[in-house]
């Protein structure tokens, strides 16, 4: 799986909007609107109060009162009410030239809900009646998104991209997504796409780090420092250099960046990780065993460190030791092995409960939290779609990918 649980780590990302202001699903206007419908819009994406008021009071006077019921709805959205912007609409609007908006709206409402079981289908007509519909397709990759499946989710995407394709942030979350599926070389391709588009200051660090650590997953060291060129130091970054150094032959200067890591920061599970490695090759197994240790207790689940553990007590004839931590790693090595299966299996069925429950339990054994909490969401949703709860008890979408 990799590094799936970054979804839950993406607080700067969240702040810049990963999926673009404003409402989820935004007032884009047709031809056949009339002037005061879209002066209401406009006035709504304003968050001028006073003349959306005024405008639902025009349209109410000259009898529109469908036009005036879809503003009011829109307003409501605006105010993150989703409850009384649904109520407003009715079904007889969605028959007549006011559809594509009461798509929008009772689309987001219920997306806002948790009701993804009806969002998606509107959402879906919508793109297939006008398919430059852009924020329908956010929304649907932030409904596949939470659902775990990640094709579906590339897919809407994919046609972000189609439609803003100088934005940044369609590319970032599709890197992060191939990312936690291991699919590196496509990864590295959507950061280094993502950065030509000139992100904010601080998302271009986070995509550097995210973009080096592809490449050194693809080996391609000398790119993974070249992605790094001109980022402030910190542990993460110091890391990622030093293992790059490493790599391509600079010992002397991998070692004194890991050292300095390990100074300021002597629980830093990457550092610890790649200082053994060095002390290994050094002929420093003790020590080795010791930071392997160390590093395992945060995170046990890292089958490179455990092989490189296993291997070490061997080496120092150290056999009662190593039995006990083959079984560990073999026991760690069929959890993984299930969690790649279960993860294909919810991937090809975005409506499959089963592998999602029993993803949570994997994950929890794995002592992966975070992705549990996400697959519980996800099987939340998925149970959700299957047996109609009220919607005061549907489970809410991520907050950390709304704009």
């Not at 607080?11 to 879209?38: F, K, N, Q, Y």
């Not at 594509?100 to 998606?120: K, T």
């Not at 993974?224 to 910190?234: K, M, N, R």
């Not at 061997?314 to 009662?320: H, I, P, T, V, Y």
Request: proline share 5%; net charge neutral.
């Amino acid at each position: 799986m990799g590094r799936r649980e970054l979804r839950f780590a993406m607080g700067a990302v969240v702040a810049a909007g990963l999926l673009a202001g404003g409402c989820l699903i935004g007032m884009r206007l047709l031809c056949s609107e009339t002037p005061t419908l879209a002066e209401g819009f406009r006035r709504v994406e304003q968050a001028d109060a006073n003349s959306v008021d005024r405008i639902e009071q025009a349209l109410l006077r000259i009898g529109a009162r469908d036009e005036a019921a879809i503003l009011r709805s829109a307003w409501l959205v605006r105010r993150a009410r989703y409850q009384q912007a649904l109520d407003r609409l009715t079904p007889d609007m969605i028959a007549g030239s006011l559809r594509p908006h009461v798509l929008r709206l009772a689309g987001e409402c219920l997306f806002q809900l948790g009701q993804f079981d009806r969002a998606e289908p509107l959402l879906i007509q919508l793109v297939a009646e006008h398919p430059d519909e852009l924020d329908a397709y956010r929304a649907l990759a932030v409904m596949y998104y939470d659902l775990g499946s990640p094709d579906l989710a590339l897919k809407a995407l994919g046609h972000v991209i189609r439609l803003v394709p100088l934005d940044y942030r369609p590319h970032h979350l599709s890197g992060v997504i191939l990312t936690d599926n291991e699919n590196f070389t496509a990864a590295a391709k959507q950061f280094q796409l993502g950065l030509s588009k000139a992100p904010p200051e601080e998302i271009r660090r986070v995509m550097q780090h995210e973009l080096a650590q592809a490449l050194i997953s693809l080996r391609d060291f000398q790119g993974a420092l070249d992605a790094l060129s001109g980022i402030q130091p910190s542990p993460g970054t110091d890391t990622q250099r030093a293992e790059c150094f490493w790599s391509l032959g600079d010992a002397r200067q991998a070692a004194h960046l890991v050292d300095e890591v390990l100074t300021n920061q002597p629980e830093h599970v990457n550092a610890l990780k790649l200082k053994a490695r060095f002390l290994e090759e050094a002929g420093q197994g003790e020590r080795a065993v010791k930071l392997l240790q160390q590093a395992l207790a945060t995170e046990p689940f890292d089958l490179n460190a455990r092989y490189q553990l296993l291997q070490l007590y061997g080496a120092l004839g150290k056999n009662e030791e190593r039995a006990t931590e083959l079984t560990e790693y073999n026991r760690y090595r069929e959890l993984q092995n299930r969690l790649i299966e279960l993860n294909q299996q919810a991937n090809s069925d975005p409506d499959a409960e089963a592998p999602r429950r029993e993803l949570v339990e994997v994950c929890r054994a794995l002592g992966r939290q975070k992705l549990a909490d996400m697959w519980q969401k996800a099987a939340e949703f998925c149970a959700f779609r299957q047996q109609g709860r009220k919607p005061q008890e549907a489970p809410q979408p991520s907050t950390h990918l709304k704009p």
